[in-house]
T-cell receptor
Framework: GGIITQTPKFLIGQEGQKLTLKCQQN?????MYWYRQDSGKGLRLIYY???????QKGDLSEGYDASREKKSSFSLTVTSAQKNEMAVFLC????????????FGPGTRLTVL | GEKVEQHQSTLSVREGDSAVINCTYT??????FPWYKQEAGKSLHFVID?????DRKQSQRLTVLLDKKAKRFSLHITATQPEDSAIYFC????????????FGQGTSLSVVP
């Protein structure tokens, strides 16, 4: 088996601040994803990376940057945190693409003051 | 692009009864439909999936039905137990990108004694 770790677990930021969330997986999966989960809105895809040197925008990429540093790690940056923003950011990985099971990390809960 | 809708935001059933969660999708070309479960305070995990070459798939107490004509698929849980209480998300692969999953908004299932 494998595991996905996300750091930090809780992130509190100030309006306008640049914030970075990190994700590591030891499944040796090719594809990694960043989702945002808001209450009542399901999961929305922010960025994904099909393989190590790939980066693709999802439906919610505005206001975010991402970086696939190596096969096992995928970072997400909130470029300018919005006041009163609260959401959970979930990282996931799959062996390759969306036709395979996605394994999710425990999430990073963001609060912007 | 693909849209996936879950019209029931909540569902309550008595322990031992069956539960049915319905989803609709818009993209006729979609061919893969997974379901994920999120228990309270935890992240998502995969429960079952169906591909468009079949219209029914069963795994223990879970059955997924797919109606391609109506662009509808459903999760049926029989003999519900308290541990089935969770938020269930349906999803579909976007035909615009074989690496993207589009999620529904989630249905919160409560199994009451």
């Amino acid at each position: 088996g494998g595991i996905i770790t996300q750091t930090p677990k809780f992130l509190i930021g100030q309006e306008g601040q640049k914030l970075t969330l990190k994700c590591q997986q030891n499944f040796n999966h090719d594809t990694m994803y960043w989702y945002r989960q808001d209450s009542g809105k399901g999961l929305r895809l922010i960025y994904y990376s099909i393989t190590e040197n790939d980066l693709q925008k999802g439906d919610l990429s505005e206001g975010y940057d991402a970086s696939r540093e190596k096969k096992s790690s995928f970072s997400l940056t909130v470029t300018s945190a919005q006041k009163n923003e609260m959401a959970v950011f979930l990282c996931a990985s799959s062996i390759w693409g969306a036709y395979a099971e996605q394994f999710f990390g425990p999430g990073t809960r963001l609060t912007v003051l | 692009g693909e849209k996936v809708e879950q019209h029931q935001s909540t569902l309550s059933v008595r322990e031992g009864d069956s539960a049915v969660i319905n989803c609709t999708y818009t993209d006729t070309a979609s061919s893969y439909f997974p379901w994920y479960k999120q228990e309270a305070g935890k992240s998502l995990h995969f429960v079952i999936d169906i591909r468009s070459n079949v219209d029914r798939k069963q795994s223990q107490r879970l059955t997924v039905l797919l109606d391609k004509k109506a662009k509808r698929f459903s999760l049926h849980i029989t003999a519900t137990q308290p541990e089935d209480s969770a938020i269930y998300f349906c999803a579909a692969v976007a035909s615009s990108s074989f690496s993207k999953l589009v999620f529904g908004q989630g249905t919160s299932l409560s199994v009451v004694p």
